[in-house]
């Protein structure tokens, strides 16, 4: 059996013999009508062998046909990139530290491409690429826009109207577009793309959106996107059937595999107790709530344990989830005792 089967240009059945930490392990991803998957999520926690599957699909599909895979790495050094408009079959995309002269290479390359093969000007090709490197910024409702630039380098402007050099970015921000544009010129088509920890340094508002951005930006080109992440914001912004939980099974020593009921439009708090399995708060802070609402129960919360308890949970917000519990389990002893 080979280790990958293939539909098309994408991947539809994965079977790893022996690799790291896998041993006869297999992955089905296609849909209800044995179509191939446009997007695939695997989620767990780190050692849990996310990382490693993209390893192996990299490895086995190059040592095949390097042609149908891009791997991108969100962590590293810019240098390791390959020539920018080499338009290459697999490369490496790497975060900063990143030159000023680069960036305007970056920008003058996307330029270019909106200027290729039509009968507009420059200036009519810059505006058309600075409006689309616009249009994902405003999916993760960043307040900047990118309106021109000068000497080499990129001009915006914020919310307030005030005008921005790159340098006057936070550093999320910076990470952000250096990482929309690469993907952008690269512009694969009919590939499989992986992506290792797409959120990796972007806060967590923005980590809920970026699926979305990576989407957008792959899909017009019929690609396949495989991403690893233990982030709950990638998973609750992700559709339940693209969703692959890779949990360590410390009985067998295996790897299990399995699939989450739920996911888009549940809180993050759900994502991290309910499909990733761990606490979304301090255990100690978990266990005083429920020491409380066991002492409610046999009527000892007025006790010196139960006071001293008390002063910790009158700390957490009245509107959270867990106070209104407590709250309701208080009004319950009380009817009762009536």
């Known amino acids: 059996m080979k280790p990958i089967r293939m539909i098309e240009h994408k991947l539809a059945e994965l079977t790893i013999k022996k690799y790291r930490l896998f041993q006869n392990f297999k992955l089905d991803l296609t849909d209800d ?11 767990g926690i780190n050692g849990s062998g996310k990382t490693t599957i993209l390893d192996f699909i990299s490895e086995t599909l190059s ?3 390097k042609s149908n895979i891009v791997r991108v790495k969100l962590i590293g050094n810019l240098s390791e990139m390959k020539k920018l408009g080499d338009r290459i079959n697999s490369s490496e995309l790497n975060p900063f530290p990143v030159q000023k002269k680069e960036i305007s290479n970056y920008i003058d390359h996307f330029i270019l491409d909106n200027n290729k093969f039509s009968n507009v000007t420059v200036r009519e090709a810059r505006e058309a690429a600075f409006d689309e490197i616009n249009k ?14 000068k000497d080499g380098k990129p ?7 005030k005008k921005l ?10 990470e952000l577009f250096i990482r929309v544009l690469r993907l952008k010129i690269l512009s694969p088509k009919e590939k499989i793309v992986l992506i290792d920890e797409p959120e990796f340094a972007l806060h967590p508002s923005w980590q809920q959106k970026i699926l979305k951005v990576y ?14 992440t233990h982030s709950p914001q990638v998973i609750a912004s992700a559709d339940v059937k693209s969703v692959f939980l890779l949990k360590p099974n410390l009985e067998t020593k295996k790897i299990d595999v399995s699939m989450p009921k739920y996911t888009k439009g549940h809180t993050i708090n759900y994502v991290l107790s ?11 802070i978990n266990n005083d709530i429920e020491e409380y609402l066991a002492l409610i129960r046999n009527g000892e919360h007025e006790t010196n344990k139960g006071m001293e308890l008390k002063k910790i949970i009158n700390n957490l917000d009245p509107n959270s989830e867990d106070r209104i519990r407590i709250d309701f389990a208080l ?4 009817v009762l005792k009536k």
Do not use: C, H, W
């Open 274 to 284: 309910e499909i990733m399995g761990a606490d979304y708060r301090d255990t100690k």
């Open 33 to 43: 009508k044995g179509n191939p998957l446009d997007t695939v999520i695997l989620a």
């Open 215 to 228: 989407k957008k930006i792959l899909s017009d080109g019929n690609n396949q996107v495989i991403l690893a």
């Open 331 to 334: 009004r319950r002893f009380k």
């Open 155 to 161: 001009i915006f402007i914020n919310f307030q109207g």
């Open 136 to 149: 994902l910024f405003n999916i993760l409702d960043i307040n900047i826009q990118l309106i021109d630039r």
């Open 165 to 174: 050099g790159l340098e006057d970015l936070s550093a999320g921000e910076q």
């Open 63 to 65: 040592s095949e046909d």
